[in-house]
């Protein structure tokens, strides 16, 4: 087996602790050897599990410089949002792979600049810009992309709206309520929600009109967001993180023929029919419901392990990564579209122009 991938993790707090720590300490392509944090301490902690963990070269490094000066050759930057492009556009400077959690841009003119800083490292030294979206490998995606590429004859027909949802009375009391570090909902959850919708339809987006609100947290930013939108072929698009008790379906797939509801790991499936002969002269014709509810196979929110595997397939130049760059500036292109349109109240165009502009 080739040699590790040597590793460091910029920003050591919950999701660096939570969500990529778990995954590394147990993946063979991995080996960490730094960690840095603007609080110390965090990096000296994080550094401290990895090292008793197996990773025997692993420390914290007292400045991000000192860590690119090392022989890292992949970087994870989960800073706090507004630091995102700063950080990475550092990490691929050095030479470094980068991974980057979202929102991998504030904006589109910050995504526009570690594009470019991508394209440049890209031709000097061979490495790659990763956003990191793991919901786009979800199963529950899978499924929704199915219903659409089926058309007509799928199981609910075709498909002319998907809504996507997600919402909690969960109280925040970090950065992530600040406008100055790009916090609030939509950076935050915007990119899973959004980019799952998105990578289901596979085409532009070309109105936007949407609502934010601060309902209970504290700061300066939104809590609950709610997006509709139009595909270039007419198909709806709902986006929302709302503050409320989440019972609604986490997905509702509407076609000709039927819908589809997924929550978590089920799916459930509502395949109408019409008993005749017909009635032209009843109010509402009468329906038949083929229900089946069931188990929806694998991971709901994309197999973190696998994902990993894949980036070192990326880093070791056995294939492009799975998440293009020109999706993840429409998306940022997307987002900023429902900023605006709440801010203003105004419906957005997103132009052909915008949606293709070349990488």
Known sequence: MAERIKTAIIGCGKNANELHTPILLRHPEFEVIGTYDIVADRAERLAKVFYLNGHKNCKAYPSREALLESDVEYCIVLTDSHMHTEVAAACLRAGKNVLITKPWAKNSEDAAFIIEESKKAKEKFGVSLMPFLPQNWGTDLEAVRKFVADGEDGEIGKVYMITRRAGTFGKRYDWQIYKKFAGGYLNNWGPHLLGQLMAAVDEPIVKVCAEKRQVIMDGDCEDTFVANMKTESGIILRCEHCIMVDKLPHWIVQGSKGTAFITDGTIDIHRISYPGPIDPTAYRSKTNDDNTTG?????????????????????????????????????????????????????????PEEWNRPI
């Open 295 to 351: 188990p929806l196979p694998g991971q709901y929110n994309g197999d973190r392990y696998s994902i990993y595997t894949h980036i070192a397939d990326v880093i070791r130049h056995n294939c492009d990564y799975a998440v293009p760059l020109t999706f993840t500036r429409n998306l940022t292109t997307v987002c900023d579209a429902i900023h605006k349109s709440a801010d203003t109240d105004e419906i957005i165009r997103i132009t």
